[in-house]
């Protein structure tokens, strides 16, 4: 059988026809009140098929849906003892639900769904509603069928909002290793100069030990006026080191002067 009826008799009497076969009723004294469908039937959460939005427990917003799959197994219970089910059955299934997917991570909703729908089909089938109460198929006379997450998903505006982060992310990490790339390559290169400096000292050093200081700092200008000048047309570039004093130079005396003193 698909379908069964409950009557309400005169005098708001009602009762449930389950039973296949011939029923007679009397006309103005009964009044069916409801024709109740004994096959599966879905539950939307809220109602609705859109996804709703719920807050995980680091309180991010998502936005999720899901179904329930119940049959209808004992219509007394449906109808004769609960007024307007389908709506209490609606209201009982959402906090079940809520409950369970609001204390979840918003990593475990979003990459462990399958083990989340099955917590809640377990839930919804064995868990009392409240504790020492009955549970959602004893309390409305049905059997949970089924039970399907079918999205969990972040909103739009987070989605954008975490595609920023990642960019920004990308863009730290590569300015991170263009400065690491930077400071690499100088000192290398201070290295280089130290050591072009300690092998030019080497071979300017006196037999004393002592070093020409004035040449000494002259050359090292003149090296790296080379290493550093931009050189497009063939041009030579000097420094010349101030060394804070003119440096005494000796000219040799002209050939056939006889005062070989005179400078």
Same mark, same amino acid.
């Given at each position: 059988?698909?379908?069964?009826?409950?009557?309400?008799? &005169?005098?708001?009497?009602?009762?449930?026809?389950?039973?296949?076969? %011939? $029923?007679?009723?009397?006309?103005?004294?009964?009044?069916?009140?409801?024709?109740? =469908?004994?096959?599966?039937?879905?539950?939307?959460? =809220? #109602? *609705?098929?859109?996804?709703?939005?719920?807050?995980? !427990?680091?309180?991010?917003?998502? %936005?999720?849906?899901?179904? @329930?799959?119940?049959?209808?197994?004992?219509? $007394?219970?449906?109808?004769?003892?609960?007024?307007?089910?389908?709506? @209490? @059955?609606?209201?009982?299934?959402? #906090?079940?639900? !809520?409950?369970?997917?609001?204390?979840? $991570?918003?990593?475990?909703? *979003?990459?462990?769904?399958?083990?989340? !729908?099955?917590?809640?089909?377990?839930? @919804?089938?064995?868990?009392?509603?409240?504790?020492?109460?009955?549970?959602?198929?004893?309390?409305?006379?049905?059997?949970?069928? =089924?039970?399907?997450?079918?999205?969990?998903? &972040?909103?739009?505006?987070?989605?954008?909002?975490?595609?920023?982060? !990642?960019?920004?992310?990308?863009?730290?990490?590569?300015?991170?290793?263009?400065?690491?790339?930077?400071?690499?390559?100088?000192?290398?290169?201070?290295?280089?100069?130290?050591?072009?400096?300690?092998?030019?000292?080497?071979?300017?050093?006196?037999?004393?030990?002592?070093?020409?200081?004035?040449?000494?700092?002259?050359?090292?200008?003149?090296? %790296?006026?080379?290493?550093?000048?931009?050189?497009?047309? #063939?041009?030579?570039?000097?420094?010349?080191?101030?060394?804070?004093?003119?440096?005494?130079?000796?000219?040799?005396?002209?050939? #056939?002067?006889?005062?070989?003193? $005179?400078?």
């Amino acid at each position: 059988m698909n379908y069964a009826v409950v009557l309400e008799r &005169f005098g708001g009497e009602r009762e449930a026809v389950t039973e296949m076969g %011939w $029923h007679v009723r009397l006309p103005y004294f009964t009044r069916i009140e409801q024709e109740v =469908s004994l096959m599966n039937q879905r539950l939307f959460l =809220s #109602g *609705v098929m859109e996804p709703m939005r719920i807050i995980s !427990k680091e309180n991010v917003a998502l %936005w999720t849906s899901a179904v @329930l799959t119940y049959r209808i197994r004992d219509l $007394h219970t449906w109808a004769i003892e609960n007024l307007e089910a389908l709506d @209490l @059955l609606q209201g009982d299934y959402d #906090g079940i639900v !809520k409950d369970i997917l609001q204390a979840q $991570h918003v990593n475990e909703l *979003v990459s462990n769904r399958e083990a989340i !729908k099955e917590e809640i089909f377990k839930a @919804l089938k064995a868990r009392p509603i409240n504790e020492g109460g009955p549970t959602l198929e004893k309390k409305y006379g049905v059997e949970v069928v =089924s039970f399907v997450l079918k999205e969990t998903r &972040f909103g739009d505006k987070l989605v954008e909002a975490t595609e920023e982060k !990642k960019r920004r992310q990308l863009i730290a990490e590569a300015e991170n290793y263009a400065a690491d790339q930077e400071a690499s390559r100088i000192r290398k290169l201070y290295a280089a100069y130290l050591d072009s400096i300690q092998a030019l000292q080497e071979n300017l050093g006196r037999p004393d030990g002592s070093t020409d200081v004035a040449l000494f700092q002259f050359l090292v200008q003149q090296k %790296w006026a080379t290493a550093y000048e931009k050189n497009q047309e #063939g041009q030579n570039t000097i420094v010349i080191q101030n060394t804070q004093g003119a440096p005494a130079l000796t000219l040799p005396a002209p050939k #056939g002067s006889k005062n070989p003193g $005179h400078r």
